[in-house]
């Protein structure tokens, strides 16, 4: 009973601060409504009577204003951007008919701050798209694993982007030693084992806002090395080095920022991480330098 009540309490904790953050994103003109934000529909008890991701943390919309909101403008607002999109370019839904030749594989956060395209000022049919919480690519998710041998041998994408973002939630609750319910602190582990890699450095940095953000930028680069681990990459990898020319597909690691709308290269050597790792990861002769310069 004790450790129910230690745990309500931590949760509840939790949940201030998260709120806090929340209202701190609306002041900034940022509407927190994404699941990477600190917002969620995942608040129910958990058998463990702990909390999920932020029941209370929302600090958006009240039930009233949810009940009111009005799901059938989407039907509405899509006539028009059907509309305009025909004005535009007559044969723009002919060409998206017909087949998909994305130049980019996007993993990213289901945070709705962060949609793909429109970051990107790119549109429909530009970027193939996966997205989970704290964008990550774990090997044992048949959904990732499945959407990334689709996009190389398939669509044979090009280049390859693993997008996070400042005041991530997944990355924030995992820094937070605290219980989050499963199935989410089994996704939320993944993060947790980032921190443990580079443990040294995230504790020398005295501002607990400051860990969040390089943890951010610590995780796009840990799971840019797991899209070159996965044995569909490295094949890709290898058929184009042998046809001698580039090689691809080209690894991105990016991270967004929502306070200000700017996407930038991670600032991190992607490219001598690899080169430390060859000796463990490698599935074919990749002693060719081509081959690790092949990241950004």
């Given at each position: 009973?004790?450790?129910?009540?230690?745990?309500?309490?931590?949760?509840?904790?939790?949940?201030?601060?998260?709120?806090?953050?929340?209202?701190?994103?609306?002041?900034?003109?940022?509407?927190?409504?994404?699941?990477?934000?600190?917002?969620?529909?995942?608040?129910?008890?958990?058998?463990?009577?702990?909390?999920?991701?932020?029941?209370?943390?929302?600090?958006?919309?009240?039930?009233?204003?949810?009940?009111?909101?009005?799901?059938?403008?989407?039907?509405?607002?899509?006539?028009?951007?059907?509309?305009?999109?025909?004005?535009?370019?007559?044969?723009?839904?002919?060409?998206?008919?017909?087949?998909?030749?994305?130049?980019?594989?996007?993993?990213?956060?289901?945070?709705?701050?962060?949609?793909?395209?429109?970051?990107?000022?790119?549109?429909?049919?530009?970027?193939?798209?996966?997205r989970n919480i704290?964008?990550?690519?774990?090997?044992?998710?048949?959904?990732?694993?499945?959407?990334?041998?689709?996009?190389?041998?398939?669509?044979?994408?090009?280049?390859?982007?693993?997008?996070?973002?400042?005041?991530?939630?997944?990355?924030?609750?995992?820094?937070?030693?605290?219980?989050?319910?499963?199935?989410?602190?089994?996704?939320?582990?993944?993060?947790?084992?980032?921190?443990?890699?580079?443990?040294?450095?995230?504790?020398?940095?005295?501002?607990?806002?400051?860990?969040?953000?390089?943890?951010?930028?610590?995780?796009?680069?840990e799971q840019c090395?797991?899209?070159?681990?996965?044995?569909?990459?490295?094949?890709?990898?290898?058929?184009?080095?042998?046809?001698?020319?580039?090689?691809?597909?080209?690894?991105?690691?990016?991270?967004?920022?929502?306070?200000?709308?700017?996407?930038?290269?991670?600032?991190?050597?992607?490219?001598?991480?690899?080169?430390?790792?060859?000796?463990?990861?490698?599935?074919y002769d990749f002693?060719?330098?081509?081959?690790?310069?092949?990241?950004?």
């Amino acid at each position: 009973m004790l450790g129910w009540k230690t745990a309500k309490i931590a949760s509840t904790r939790a949940g201030a601060e998260l709120a806090a953050c929340a209202r701190r994103g609306m002041a900034a003109g940022v509407i927190p409504q994404g699941l990477g934000r600190h917002t969620t529909h995942m608040g129910s008890a958990s058998p463990s009577g702990v909390r999920g991701f932020h029941q209370t943390a929302m600090g958006r919309d009240t039930d009233k204003e949810k009940a009111e909101w009005d799901f059938d403008q989407i039907f509405r607002k899509n006539r028009v951007w059907v509309s305009t999109k025909r004005e535009q370019d007559s044969d723009f839904f002919k060409r998206l008919a017909n087949t998909q030749h994305p130049k980019i594989l996007w993993i990213g956060c289901s945070d709705a701050r962060v949609p793909a395209n429109t970051i990107c000022g790119l549109t429909s049919g530009d970027v193939f798209v996966q997205r989970n919480i704290a964008n990550m690519v774990v090997g044992t998710d048949a959904n990732a694993m499945s959407v990334i041998q689709y996009a190389v041998d398939f669509l044979q994408v090009p280049h390859i982007v693993v997008c996070g973002h400042y005041d991530c939630g997944g990355v924030r609750a995992a820094l937070r030693n605290m219980n989050h319910g499963s199935p989410l602190e089994n996704w939320l582990r993944n993060i947790r084992d980032v921190w443990r890699l580079h443990r040294e450095e995230l504790k020398q940095i005295p501002s607990q806002e400051a860990r969040v953000r390089r943890l951010v930028e610590l995780n796009v680069a840990e799971q840019c090395l797991n899209i070159y681990k996965s044995a569909p990459v490295q094949k890709r990898r290898w058929d184009t080095k042998l046809k001698g020319g580039r090689v691809f597909p080209i690894i991105h690691g990016v991270v967004y920022d929502p306070a200000n709308g700017e996407l930038n290269r991670v600032p991190i050597d992607i490219h001598q991480k690899v080169g430390e790792l060859r000796e463990c990861y490698d599935l074919y002769d990749f002693d060719s330098p081509d081959l690790h310069e092949s990241f950004n």
